[in-house]
């Protein structure tokens, strides 16, 4: 009778203690974790990056953004502008970024402006709502704007690619015991640490393979300019990136069932291994192109907003209220802008991209999408200035705004932004203006 007792206590003992902390969990998730704010910077210096066409020269500043060295006292209205690498510029010169220009745009009209560039590459908003509270009293700008990208959308979620490696990882059984007793916690973490181990290899593809220390020799080093050959073709052994892309591949095949179709993983190889030969192996983000086997269905989410993306969209916006609010609570105004997808405007870029197995559809570039229509919606409710450059984009698409092989824009896409960006900036904001 005492065993069975014993064992009754136990039972409920036990019983109490999980429920504490299922309890915990959900609190913490919901109060304390609510999203992960954490950022990163770069080392301030003169750098020569590397790009897919060739070496550009940039200036990091002692807050580890690519910026102008701040000035405490401000002459001109001071613009902050976050975002991701389509922010930061990657693949441009800095007097090429559509931050840069639109300041140089402003100044024209005879507008005092001072524009701060705090896009980091890999960024997603949540990044940027911890940078910006980081940020907000060394910089003290009197506008803020977050520049959204399409695939902000589900680094607001949970891609198929994070899910599979999280289903990896419980194969340990302390990390399988953590997600048992407290799931949401457990899950917040091991995102963080998996997305910070991602960043880093993102930072690393990017990062400098010079720092300049001597200011003379960045000045020197302005021969270079953006399109300039980095240098002769590696050898492309297609046999060796072949057995790379399928040990890549390995770690994913008992939890994503498009990995286990032969069939599509031949077909997405031989266009993968095609287009790594066109281009210089060392500069092609593998990762991106293994997302179109693992999540075709990437952009559907992200743009028509189905699925999960409808949450993550809700997720998305959740982040931006929280800048909204902490920006106007500093007595500084916000205001939104939306850098759409190359597959909303660009025909040859569709067709690239449903090669690597993504789903694309036609309609995306001949009206308005599920994600504009819902940010305008948003921004009218919130009472956000918003910009949306697809419609101006595809009416400039025969300019070939991005580069060859690469989402991101070219100097030419940065200054078409910059145009439209300067022009928004004067409609819904007051600047100082020369005397």
């Known amino acids: 009778m005492n065993l069975i007792k014993k064992s009754f206590f136990y039972l409920i003992t036990i019983s109490l203690v999980f429920l504490f902390a299922r309890g915990a969990d959900w609190f913490a998730s919901n109060f304390i974790l609510k999203n992960d704010t954490t950022f990163f910077t770069y080392t301030p210096g003169y750098y020569l990056f590397p790009t897919k066409t060739g070496i550009n020269l940039t200036k990091v500043n002692s807050l580890g953004i690519r910026s102008s060295e701040i000035e405490p006292l401000k002459k001109a209205t001071r613009v902050l502008f976050l975002g991701d690498s389509f922010t930061f510029g990657g693949g441009v010169r800095d007097i090429d970024t559509f931050v840069w220009k639109s300041a140089a745009s402003l100044a024209k ?44 959308v589900l680094d607001s979620g949970e891609s198929e690619l994070y899910k599979s490696i999280r289903n990896n990882r419980k194969r340990n059984s302390l990390i399988a015991l953590s997600f048992f007793i407290f799931p949401k916690v457990s899950n917040f973490f091991l995102k963080r640490k998996i997305t910070e181990d991602f960043q880093k290899k993102i930072l690393a593809f990017s990062n400098p393979v010079q720092k300049i220390g001597d200011p003379a020799e960045f000045e020197k080093a302005n021969q270079f300019k953006s399109g300039v050959s980095s240098g002769q073709k590696k050898h492309f052994d297609r046999v060796q990136v072949r057995q790379y892309l399928y040990a890549l591949l390995k770690p994913y095949e008992e939890n994503l069932d498009i990995v286990k179709n032969q069939k599509k993983v031949d077909l997405w190889m031989e266009n993968t291994l ?94 308005e999408t599920t994600i504009e229509s819902e940010l305008k919606k948003y921004g009218q409710e919130k009472n956000i200035p918003f910009l949306n450059l697809t419609t101006r984009f595809r009416n400039h698409a025969d300019k070939n705004l991005t580069f060859e092989y690469d989402l991101h824009l070219n100097e030419k896409g940065h200054e078409l932004a910059a145009d439209f960006i300067s022009d928004f900036l004067t409609t819904n904001f007051r600047f100082k203006t020369k005397q």
Not at 127 to 151: C, E, M, W
Not at 311 to 321: A, G, Q
Not at 355 to 366: L, S, T
């Open 274 to 367: 095609d287009f790594i030969e066109a281009n210089n192996v060392d500069l092609v983000d593998i990762v991106q192109l293994l997302y179109g086997l693992v999540e075709p269905d990437y952009f559907v989410k992200s743009i028509d907003l189905k699925g999960e993306g409808k949450e993550y969209f809700e997720n998305m916006l959740s982040i931006v209220d929280e800048i909204k609010s902490e920006v106007e609570s500093s007595g500084m105004k916000f205001g939104l802008v939306f850098i759409p997808s190359e597959v909303m405007y660009n025909p040859k870029k569709q067709e690239l991209t449903q090669k690597f197995n993504f789903i694309i559809k036609k309609e995306w570039m001949e009206k």
């Open 109 to 152: 009209k005879g507008f005092l402006s001072d524009h701060v560039n705090a896009g980091i590459i890999a960024y997603g908003p949540s990044n940027s709502l911890g940078l910006f509270r980081h940020l907000k009293t060394k910089i003290d700008p009197d506008i803020v704007i977050l520049a959204l990208y399409q695939n902000d």
